[in-house]
């Protein structure tokens, strides 16, 4: 079944505890992206990569990293937290910008 | 950068009605135009999508309009049904511009 995964799903952290969000994608999809959702702002680019060990800033990038370095696999790391964090993250996957997006069910992160 | 406004913000129609939201952009460059729905708790998944070499796109119940010239596109849900009720973006751009959304809610 082609699919984009996220673990974890559901986190409840403190500031300064660095964590990392993983997502995995199976269907060769060479575009990648991290968003992160808060109400009223849709949905905001934070990070994207057009390919393997190709990664570029998005509208939000501040207090966030990325790496790349399978195919398949595009991580999202916080490195220090804080509360302005707290917020639902969705990882993406495509054939590239101007095609489907096809989103993760989704991270539900909260910095205490 | 590209810039996207989206409105309403929240709607709300009597079941078998028509709901219309509109995008405007900013970047005339832009040509790619999709539309995502969002159930509660769910992820966005695409509906429809339109190209600048198009004005107007149909599947089922849903069309897309895009007008170049005055940079805005809408999305149109005729004979609108409960499932239809959930938050609707657009987007645009390669670099995918998300606007902020449009709560859509159906009443039956």
């Known amino acids: 079944e082609a699919q984009v995964t996220q673990n974890p799903r559901y986190l409840i952290t403190v500031t300064g505890k660095k964590l990392t969000v993983t997502c995995s994608q199976n269907?060769?999809?060479?575009?990648m992206s991290w968003y992160r959702q808060d109400p009223g702002l849709g949905l905001r680019q934070i990070y994207y990569s057009m390919n393997v060990e190709v990664t570029d800033k998005g509208d939000v990038p501040e207090g966030y990293k990325v790496s790349r370095k399978e195919k398949r696999n595009f991580p999202l790391i916080l490195e220090s937290p804080s509360p302005n964090q707290t917020s639902l993250y969705f990882c993406?996957?495509?054939?590239?910008?101007?095609?489907?997006?096809?989103f993760g069910p989704g991270t539900r992160l909260t910095v205490t | 950068g590209e810039n996207v406004e989206q409105h309403p913000s929240t709607l709300s129609v009597q079941e078998g009605d028509s709901a219309v939201i509109k995008c405007t952009y900013s970047?005339?460059?832009?040509?790619?135009f999709p539309w995502y729905k969002q159930e509660l708790g769910k992820r966005p998944q695409l509906i429809i999508d339109?190209?600048?070499?198009?004005g107007e796109k149909k599947d089922q119940r849903i069309a897309v309009t895009l007008n170049k010239t005055a940079k805005h596109f809408s999305l149109h849900i005729t004979e609108t049904q409960p499932e239809d009720s959930a938050v609707y973006f657009c987007?645009?751009?390669?670099?995918?511009?998300f606007g902020a959304g449009t709560i859509l809610r159906v009443k039956s």
């Open positions: 987007a645009a751009s390669d670099k995918l511009v």
């Open positions: 339109i190209r600048s070499n198009v």
């Open positions: 993406a996957s495509s054939s590239g910008t101007v095609y489907e997006q096809y």
């Open positions: 970047d005339s460059a832009s040509n790619y």
């Open positions: 269907m060769n999809h060479e575009y």
